[in-house]
Nanobody
Framework: QVQLVESGGGLVQAGGSLRLSCAAS????????MGWFRQAPGKEREFVASINWSGVNTYYADSVKGRFSISRDNTKNTVFLQMNSLKPEDTAVYYCAANRNYAFGSATAGTYDYWGQGTQVTVSS
């Protein structure tokens, strides 16, 4: 069982930046692909970014490409999401997730095995 704990959310003005972190309890963290998803009120959970076990391969939703960057530090069992040029439409609860079966992660929430509790990101206009 992998426990994931997100942190780093908060309130920021449009155009600002935030860096989310997700710490994993599992020593085999490096064997998992990781993903970030978000869910805004009244909307379905949507894919944001994913990263393979080594950190070499990353994938982004079109809506965040060029603004967000996913990375990981396997020595610290942590994955990060650097968010720049934030927009009000980025407001959501952000979740990290671990994927055992898809080497490069996946844009489909149902393929992930473990989820964090989420961290709120609010971008004011």
């Amino acid at each position: 069982q992998v426990q994931l704990v997100e942190s780093g959310g908060g309130l920021v003005q449009a155009g600002g930046s935030l860096r989310l972190s997700c710490a994993a309890s599992e020593r085999t963290f490096s064997s998992y692909a990781m993903g970030w998803f978000r869910q805004a009120p009244g909307k379905e959970r949507e894919f944001v970014a994913s990263i393979n076990w080594s950190g070499v391969n990353t994938y982004y939703a079109d809506s965040v490409k060029g603004r967000f960057s996913i990375s990981r530090d396997n020595t610290k069992n942590t994955v990060f999401l650097q968010m720049n040029s934030l927009k009000p439409e980025d407001t959501a609860v952000y979740y990290c997730a671990a994927n055992r079966n898809y080497a490069f992660g996946s844009a489909t929430a149902g393929t992930y095995d473990y989820w964090g509790q989420g961290t709120q990101v609010t971008v004011s206009s």
